[in-house]
C-alpha cells in the first residue's frame, strides 16, 4: 500500500509563516511529480505549487514569491515553506504525487494526504 502522510498545519496570524511535509511511503517504484493543492470552504480544490523529479517548480499566481515548494527525494518527501500568510490562504492543504507503484509497475498513479488544516486569522 502507498500511502501519503502529512504534517504541519495549524493556526498563525496574518503575515505569519508555516511549514508542511508530506512523505510518501509504501512500495515504491519511482515518484514523479509532487506537490500541493487547496480547498477552501465553499471552493473547489486549487492547485497551489509543484515539483518535479527533477525540481521544476510550478506555482499559483495566488502564492508566487510567498510560499516554496522542495522536495527531498531520498526521503520521498515534498515539503511547502509558507510565507507572508494572509487570511485568503486558509485552507484544507493536501499533499498529492504521481507514483508508479509496485503492483504497477508500468503506469502511475495519483495519490493524495488526507489534509492539513491550515488557519490565518488573528
Known amino acids: 500500500q502507498v500511502q501519503l502522510v502529512e504534517s504541519g498545519g495549524g493556526l498563525v496570524q496574518p503575515g505569519g509563516s508555516l511549514s508542511l511535509s508530506c512523505a510518501a511511503s509504501g512500495s515504491i517504484i519511482r515518484i514523479n511529480t509532487m506537490g500541493w493543492y487547496r480547498q477552501a470552504p465553499g471552493k473547489e480544490r486549487e492547485l497551489v505549487a509543484t515539483?518535479?523529479?527533477?525540481?521544476?517548480?510550478n506555482y499559483a499566481d495566488s502564492v508566487k514569491g510567498r510560499f516554496t515548494v522542495s522536495r527531498d527525494n531520498a526521503k520521498n518527501t515534498v515539503y511547502l515553506r509558507m510565507n507572508s500568510l494572509k487570511p485568503e490562504d486558509t485552507a484544507v492543504y493536501y499533499c498529492n504525487a504521481e507514483i508508479v507503484p509496485v503492483r504497477f509497475p508500468f503506469r502511475s498513479e495519483q495519490y493524495w494526504g488526507q489534509g492539513t488544516q491550515v488557519t490565518v486569522s488573528s
Open positions: 515539483i518535479t523529479s527533477g525540481a521544476a517548480t
